[in-house]
């Protein structure tokens, strides 16, 4: 019995594996392969040693789709629209945040114009069809598709958010005469209105469904082959789990599902640590990423938008996602220089393949990874807990061109890179915190991934967070993550009904066959032992645009009771009221998660002695110069363990810096403490 | 600021406020009630310091950003040490540093420790604050008196007393005060919020280490600003341009800038330009200093955030009583309609200084559209006012920019053509890429305004509107050709014609109206455009085989391929 997790990023692939009898967790971590990312998982599966028979729990995620949209490897893709409409997707809305920016562009559309294909046919805004769907055009446009080899289709007609039926109708009809390309209806995806969002969100999710269907249906078969059984789940943006077919048709759900599993793990840490406020900070192979959490909850938003900022738009998806801030910085982010000899670091990565230079894979840029090498953070012969021998040789050789052009010798070539890469690490982390008024000082940082131990002390003190802390097997914590996580479906009815227009027997009818769907969808999934309801209300008064959302207890609410908690909950986010002003009611939200048993972290022993360390080595400080450094086997330290930086702590999936000036103290979980001594 | 920690405390309020400044756009868009507010986000926000300086801002209109010291001081002056905790203040008066009457400025004093720290400000677009015609801006009224209620600096709150006067002459005077007043709350709630916020920053970090923070970002902003001034030759750079008509006459208007730079100062002259006009189109001097600083801002530090350090190293120069700084009673109730052409100005006369900043010749007219009336059963009146979005000039290396706010608004959207069917009693026909006009053709070449179509659904109503460049078209560089111009075409029982600055005129239902706003410039030889862009911008319908061949010279064959040899030949024709 026990419960199997893994993530795919865009360089390695990690596993965990929690059993369910004897409280015992085992990681693996293997290479993604990025042309079949499932070939990864099953060395992991190996390489772990389980009897995959066992398996009760299946759990995947990972960075697939998002690599795919944002390294524009997705499919051809066409998009039909109401006939009038077929540039709104190329419009956007217009707007040019970065003000004083007079060469600003909104980010360019996904289709080309010559692949964006009108309909004749009209829904008004009540429903009604004002004009029929034109199956002539729907046979004219899909001949085209055929001759321009289209794989995907996104359709996007107006007003589908309540009134799908053309939509609808149109999808089935694409569906019947092009078998072989995808078919996205932006009502099966998303049911807000506004035409703009809802076709990039469709858009983006046939960009990718071909890519995603092949993935998942190839992962599949071999994990059958491996004799695992049980249920499979994918891990989706909104900080829950979903079936595998949920994940085929809607892949856009999970653009940012391995993340979202690392801030459910970062949120757990923070739960055992009795620090509600953690800034979670996830440094891989190509990214660096980073969340709030404030009061132990990792923040969701229904406003994400791909690759925005304060200064670009970004593209618009309309799906719930964990509030994440991503950059290309990473162990792999290669280093590189401009015309004007200024060095920037990422965000191309070298990846798993060929790796950094020091993989002796064939890498000839000089890489993050390679710089810790040479600064004497990472062990050449004990790294990712020696499936991979680091070569000095080669790191000096990649860094040399640098270092020539720098001035400079390879030392401090490698120096300015980890400045240069740690400064952008810093600006995200600003980003998720002091831009949005929080504190750092008032938070601890959660760091995990295979790089973010080895960078945290320095970002921590430079951030002035009030501890770091890195969990057990960093190194594979989003998988852990995921393991955390229950399935959950959100479910969301719209119904604009003034407040005197509705009782609270049909409030309680609404979300009665809410529960029914959401018990259904669950049936088909694993034997629960028990799904849990909460329910939410989103109103506003009449007139506004924006509504404010309230959790409800259903069992005793009732509407006085219901609109007393809106006028409360309105003058806390807007510091008004109007009670005067008749409300009107939008949303009605269920959420509906099915409990799973948490993994729990073993206790370890206090020894009564203290550690020793595996042995000593120079590594560079920058700051701090270059020091005699001890090293411990992460293993070997013991519950209550207390020492001074500095010193490295090796572990098989990560290396943890505490420099000097820094105190180091282990919790009885193992957790590492680093703080400013 | 000496030590590492007073920095990064500096650094760590300096992100605060900038937050306090966004969360104040949020709460205003979020609980406000009029479409323009939440649905475009025609408003900003910010934080001043005591004196009225400019520390922070939200994104926004662009133009308001400029507005908010002028305001601040204006209240300063009138109420001296009459300025107590809990007071809140109204205003909209162009003649003491406003826009226009629509926009309607609130101003919070925030108090900690019982001292002066900071002034909260939000300006909003009113959808309606009564006047000659509904929504306000009559285009052809000829005092401000036609344009609705002015506030000169009114205590809205006294010592968190609300002064019910006020909210009942607003209440009499507008002709949808639901809608005006919501958005008024709407307003209140952003500077209690910044109110809140900076108390509470003062109680963390200290009134005195708040004050030393604002004159950080100020004097830092500052140096960087004096120094990409005094990296510009000295000398003086002049531009002229037309206003096309003022709403009330069709006459062509010229207005003139000289721009000096000497040594860190930079000096904006506009002696010489046309008197004030018995017409809406007249900006105060307010909005013209607004309008200079947008584009000095774009030319000295486009990316960092905006406050009041920037602009010390210049100076706007103009007598009283031209276009740009007309005086009472002056009409100004479409100030943006002059204030974007002082913009283009200083946009032209400094372009060949940095011509990697700026682009060519843009649509530059919000266009401002507004169509009203009642709806059919209910009864009830509606107003639909949108600025329309356009194309954007070719840069030096990219093509313009195709559909996007005018430089005087920023951060501001276009309509959801399906909110808009829910709000208002009109079908939207289409919604798309001003292509059948076409745009400057280039090396690289201008953006595409937009198309929208509408039907009138209502028995009846008005449309009223005020598009400037539709004689004068977007400039092109460096042998780009121009752009095209703004314009309406209305459709009424069967009979077409062209409308620009057009005062109210009826509406029926069936009626169409057309909105078409012009491209942007091309920057450099069409006949230096890679022909394989050419090609694929025929490909994709943004231009004709015949344009290809006239424009560019490049021939396209039958299936959408290069001709290459044709291409040649053509090209080396046009050379001779």
Redesign the interface.
């Known amino acids: 019995m026990g419960r199997l997790a893994t993530d795919v990023g865009g360089t390695f692939t990690d596993l965990v594996y929690f059993d369910e009898a004897s409280n015992a967790l085992r990681v693996a971590k293997t290479l993604t392969t990025p042309a079949d990312p499932s070939r990864g998982v099953i060395e992991a599966i190996d390489r772990a040693g389980l009897v995959a028979e066992a398996a009760t729990y299946f759990v995947h995620g990972g960075t697939t789709v998002i690599n795919a949209i944002t390294e524009h490897n997705g499919v051809k893709t066409a998009l039909v629209t109401t ?6 997707l ?17 980010p360019a559309s996904f289709v ?3 692949l964006r294909f009108e309909v004749g046919g009209r829904i ?2 009540d429903g009604r069809e004002l004009e029929p769907l034109n199956l002539d055009d729907l046979d004219g446009l899909a001949a085209s598709c055929q001759r321009e080899k289209v794989a995907a289709i996104a359709i996007q007609l ?2 589908s ?1 309540a009134f799908p039926a053309h939509e609808s109708a149109a999808a089935r009809y694409l569906r019947d005469r092009l078998p072989r390309v995808t078919v996205t209806a932006s009502h099966e995806i998303s049911r807000e ?4 969002e809802r076709a990039t969100t469709a858009v983006l999710n046939a960009y990718v469904q071909p890519i995603v269907q092949r993935y998942f249906d190839n992962l599949e078969a071999r994990l059958r082959a491996t004799g695992i059984r049980c249920a499979l789940f994918a891990m989706q943006s909104n900080g829950g789990t979903t079936t595998f077919d949920w994940a085929r048709t809607h892949p856009i759900t999970l653009i940012e599902s391995g993340p979202a599993a690392g801030v459910n793990g970062a949120a757990l840490i923070g739960a055992q640590c009795r620090e509600p406020n953690v800034i979670s900070l996830d440094i891989g192979g190509t990214t660096a990423k980073c969340s709030l959490i404030e009061d132990g909850e990792p923040k969701v938003t229904t406003g994400y938008s791909l690759e925005r900022t ?2 670009n738009p970004g593209y618009p998806v309309k799906v719930p996602v964990i509030d994440i801030v991503e950059i290309g910085a990473g162990g792999g982010s290669i280093a590189w220089l401009d015309e004007a000899n200024r060095l920037s670091v990422g965000p191309v990565s070298a990846g798993a393949d060929p790796g950094p230079a020091s993989y002796g894979l064939g890498g000839i840029h000089p890489t993050v990874t390679d710089a810790m090498l040479l600064a004497g953070v990472l062990d050449p012969d004990d790294f990712a807990g020696g499936q991979i021998r680091l070569s000095r040789e080669q790191a000096e050789r990649a860094f040399a061109p640098l270092a020539e052009r720098l001035g400079a010798d390879t030392r401090a070539a490698a120096r300015a890179v980890r400045r240069v890469v740690e400064a952008n690490m810093i600006n995200a982390l ?1 980003l998720v915190s ?4 929080y ?2 000082r008032e938070f601890v940082l959660a760091a995990f991934g295979g790089g973010g131990p080895m960078h945290a002390a320095a970002l921590g003190r430079e951030l ?1 967070v009030r501890e770091v802390i890195v969990p057990r097997y960093p190194g594979t914590f989003s998988a852990w993550g995921m393991l955390a996580t229950a399935p959950r479906r959100d479910i969301i009815r719209t119904r604009f009904l003034a407040q005197d227009a509705i009782g609270i027997a049909d409030i309680k009818a609404l979300f009665g066959e809410m529960q029914a769907e959401a018990e259904g969808y669950f049936a088909s999934g694993e034997a629960h032992r028990a799904i849990t309801f909460s329910h939410a209300l989103e109103l506003r ?1 009449v ?4 509504v404010v959302a309230f959790p409800i207890d259903l069992a005793d609410a009732t509407i006085e009771a219901i609109l007393d908690a809106f006028h409360r909950a ?1 003058e806390r ?4 009221r ?1 009670p005067d002003q008749p409300v009107e009611f939008v949303h009605f939200r269920l959420t509906a998660e099915a409990e799973v048993p948490r993994p729990r972290f073993e206790r370890l022993a206090s020894a009564a002695h203290a550690a020793e360390p595996k042995g000593r080595r120079p590594v560079d400080f920058i700051d701090d110069g270059v020091r005699e450094t001890l090293i411990y086997a992460r293993d070997a330290l013991p519950a209550g363990f207390r020492t001074a930086g500095p010193l490295v702590i090796e572990e098989a999936s990560a290396t943890t810096v505490v420099l000097p000036g820094q105190a180091l103290a282990v919790d009885e979980l193992g957790f590492l403490h680093i703080t400013e001594a | 600021m000496t030590t590492a920690g007073e920095r ?1 405390t500096a ?2 309020i300096g ?2 406020l ?3 400044a966004d ?1 104040m756009g949020i ?1 205003l ?5 009029s ?1 323009v507010i ?2 475009v ?1 025609d408003f900003a926000c910010g934080i001043c310091d005591p004196n009225g300086e400019l520390i922070a801002q939200s ?1 926004g209109i ?1 133009l308001f ?1 400029g507005m908010f010291s002028g305001q601040v001081r204006f209240i300063r002056r009138k109420f001296g040490a009459a300025i107590y905790a809990g007071d809140i203040f109204i205003t909209n008066d162009p003649y003491e540093g406003g826009t226009h009457t629509a926009d309607v400025c609130i101003v919070k004093p925030v108090f900690a420790d019982g001292a002066l720290v900071a002034f909260a400000v939000a300006v909003a677009h009113w959808s309606e604050i009564g006047g000659k015609v509904v929504g306000s801006l009559s285009p052809d009224s000829v005092e401000i008196y036609e344009e609705g209620v002015r506030l000169s600096g009114l205590k809205l709150y006294d010592r968190s007393v609300c002064n019910q006067a006020v909210m009942d002459i607003l209440e009499a005077n507008i002709r949808m005060p ?2 005006s007043l ?1 958005d008024l ?2 307003e ?2 952003a500077v ?2 910044a109110d ?2 900076l108390v509470e920053m003062c109680a ?1 970090y200290g009134r005195t280490t708040l004050a030393a923070t604002f004159r950080h970002i100020v004097e830092a902003s500052e140096a960087i600003s004096r120094k990409a001034v005094a990296a510009m030759p000295d000398g003086v750079y002049r531009a002229e341009d037309v206003i096309d008509g003022d709403g009330v006459h069709d006459e062509r208007i010229p207005v003139c800038v000289a721009v000096t730079i000497a040594g860190e100062r930079m000096r904006f002259d506009f002696t010489g330009c046309a008197a004030q006009r018995a017409a809406p189109i007249n900006c105060s001097r307010w909005s013209l200093v607004s309008a200079v600083r ?1 584009v000095f ?2 030319f000295a ?3 960092q955030p ?1 406050n009041e350090g920037w602009f010390r190293p210049i100076e706007v120069v103009v007598p009283d009583g031209t276009v740009f700084s007309a005086v009472k009673p002056a009409a100004v109730g479409w100030y943006f309609e002059s204030s974007c052409h002082a913009s283009e100005l200083a ?1 032209k006369a400094l372009a060949p200084l940095a011509p990697e ?3 060519a010749g843009s649509y530059v007219s919000l266009c401002g559209t507004y169509i009203a009336g009642r709806r059919a059963g209910t009864g009830e009146p509606f107003v639909h006012l949108e600025p329309q ?1 356009g194309g ?1 000039g070719a ?1 030096r290396q ?1 093509d313009g ?5 005018a ?1 005087t ?6 309509y ?4 808009i ?2 709000k208002v009693p009109l ?7 001003n292509v059948a006009d076409g745009s400057g053709a280039g090396r690289q070449r201008g953006g595409y305004g ?1 198309v929208r ?1 509408y039907e009138m659904l209502a028995d009846e109503g008005i449309i009223y509107a005020s598009y400037g460049r539709s004689i004068e078209k977007p400039w092109g560089v460096a042998g780009g050709r121009q752009g095209t111009t703004n314009y309406i075409e209305l459709t009424q029982r069967g009979v077409h014609r062209r409308v620009t600055r057009t005062p109210s005129t009826p509406l029926h239902r069936g009626d169409r109206i057309r909105i078409a706003t012009g491209g942007g410039g091309g920057w450099g030889s069409p006949l230096e455009r890679a022909p394989e862009e050419v090609v694929r911008d025929v ?4 231009v004709t085989p015949a344009q290809a061949r006239d424009d560019y010279a490049v021939v396209v064959g039958r299936n959408l391929e290069l001709d290459a040899n044709a291409t040649a030949a053509l090209r080396a024709a046009h050379g001779r």
């Open positions: 006939r009038g409409f077929r540039d709104v190329e419009i956007g809305r217009g707007n040019r945040p970065d003000l004083y920016n007079l060469l600003f562009h909104t080309p114009r010559a008004g805004v107006l007003h958010y209105w506004r035409e703009y304060r200064v600003k002091v831009q949005r008024g504190d750092p002035g008064y007139g506004q645009e924006h309105h986010t807007y510091t008004f109007l | 990064v650094e760590i992100g605060k900038l937050a306090i969360e709460v868009a979020r609980s406000s009630m479409p939440y649905e986000l994104n662009t950003t639901r809608l919501g709350n709407a209140l709630a209690r919020i809140e916020r963390r947008t801002k774009a530090g486009p990316h905006s946009w900043r700026f682009s979005h954007w840069g990219r920019a195709s559909a996007l706010i430089l608004d920023g951060d501001t959207y276009n959801s053509s399906e909110l069917e829910a079908r939207v026909h289409s919604y798309g890429l937009i179509d490909w994709n319908g943004y």
